[in-house]
């Protein structure tokens, strides 16, 4: 819904003339629950044992807000026995991607992690530890807080000149999503608003800027990204269109198309059906 102030009610009403002079005003609006757009940022862990081996991943990144890819870092270990015989001891680093997409009405995650690092295999230390984990199909719960599809890795070890080769197959993974105030809830509820300053001319041009703010469960800012501002008002119909004013930001984009209001006074419209849509984070909806 759509929060105008009374002056800029007005002057969509005014009639499509010279005598309307431009005039300088703002509206708000939060977007529709039939449109969220959420946010992967924070931090992720995941402890798993396979084969005797116990290893733990625990990363931590941010998310592009227009293509909606993850990238962070973070930490890796193993131990236990490699066939049940070998001891090992490892640690390292992790790079993390994911990129976090709309999948008709299902939200779904796919990425990559790899893991560089070093520790023993049984007396003797590693030269060089490599691992490249997979995770498919990962699809987001949010009202669970959780994601849950596949994982896989491949990779090997380097001990005293020979190449140990490490994989396993692809297994069932649940992660729990970002949660940085321990709430047991997502920290993205999908919400985000948009702030907007825009003139109208006599010809009935819009221009302008705009503020797109996409929020925390707490209505605390996850990002804000600056927007320019085009439209029109034709025959009884608004139509603006706010994208990312930077070239990283370009495809940060809201169409809206509502009704012109019948009452200067009127403080809120609603958009009209299917005529507007959001794309951000790697996300599109239509509203």
């Known amino acids: 819904m759509i929060r105008m102030s009374k002056l800029l009610a007005a002057i969509l009403v005014c009639p499509v003339i010279p005598l309307c002079a431009q005039t300088l005003e703002t509206l708000e609006f939060t977007g529709p629950a039939s449109a969220p757009i959420y946010v992967l940022d924070g931090p992720f862990q995941h402890q798993t044992n396979v084969n005797g081996v116990s290893m733990?991943?625990?990363?931590?990144?941010?998310?592009?807000?227009?293509?909606?890819?993850?990238?962070?870092?973070?930490?890796?270990?193993?131990?236990?026995?490699?066939l049940s015989i070998?001891?090992?001891?490892?640690?390292?680093?992790?790079?993390?991607?994911?990129?976090?997409?709309?999948a008709g009405k299902v939200l779904r995650a796919?990425?990559?992690?790899?893991?560089t690092g070093s520790g023993t295999v049984g007396n003797d230390?590693?030269?060089?530890?490599?691992?490249?984990?997979t995770l498919a199909n990962l699809d987001?719960?949010?009202?669970?807080?959780?994601?849950?599809?596949?994982?896989?890795?491949?990779?090997?070890?380097?001990?005293?000149?020979r190449t140990l080769p490490l994989a396993f197959s692809k297994t069932y993974l649940s992660l729990d999503l970002p949660d940085a105030n321990r709430d047991g809830k997502w920290d993205s509820a999908g919400d985000w608003s948009e702030a907007i300053t825009v003139s109208i001319d006599a010809t009935g041009k819009i221009s302008g800027n705009g503020e797109f703010e996409v929020l925390d469960e707490q209505g605390g800012s996850f990002d804000l990204i600056y927007q320019k501002i085009t439209g029109s008002l034709k025959k009884g119909t608004v139509t603006l269109t706010a994208s990312g004013s930077?070239?990283?930001?370009?495809?940060?984009?809201?169409?809206?198309?509502?009704?012109?209001?019948?009452?200067?006074?009127?403080?809120?419209?609603?958009t009209m059906t299917g005529k507007s849509s959001i794309s951000a984070y790697g996300q599109s909806r239509k509203f």
């Not at 001891?87 to 990129?99: E, F, K, L, R, Y």
């Not at 796919?110 to 893991?115: A, E, N, P, Q």
């Not at 230390?125 to 984990?133: C, E, F, K």
């Open 56 to 82: 733990s991943l625990d990363w931590s990144g941010s998310m592009d807000p227009a293509s909606g890819i993850f990238s962070g870092k973070g930490n890796f270990s193993a131990s236990g026995s490699l």
């Open 86 to 102: 070998i001891p090992i001891d490892w640690d390292g680093n992790v790079s993390a991607t994911m990129n976090l997409k709309a």
């Open 110 to 115: 796919d990425g990559k992690l790899s893991v």
């Open 125 to 133: 230390a590693v030269d060089r530890l490599a691992l490249d984990y």
């Open 140 to 161: 987001v719960n949010p009202a669970a807080s959780r994601m849950r599809g596949y994982i896989s890795f491949k990779g090997f070890a380097k001990v005293r000149g």
């Open 246 to 270: 930077q070239p990283s930001t370009a495809k940060v984009k809201i169409n809206l198309t509502y009704p012109q209001p019948s009452d200067p006074a009127a403080r809120t419209v609603a």
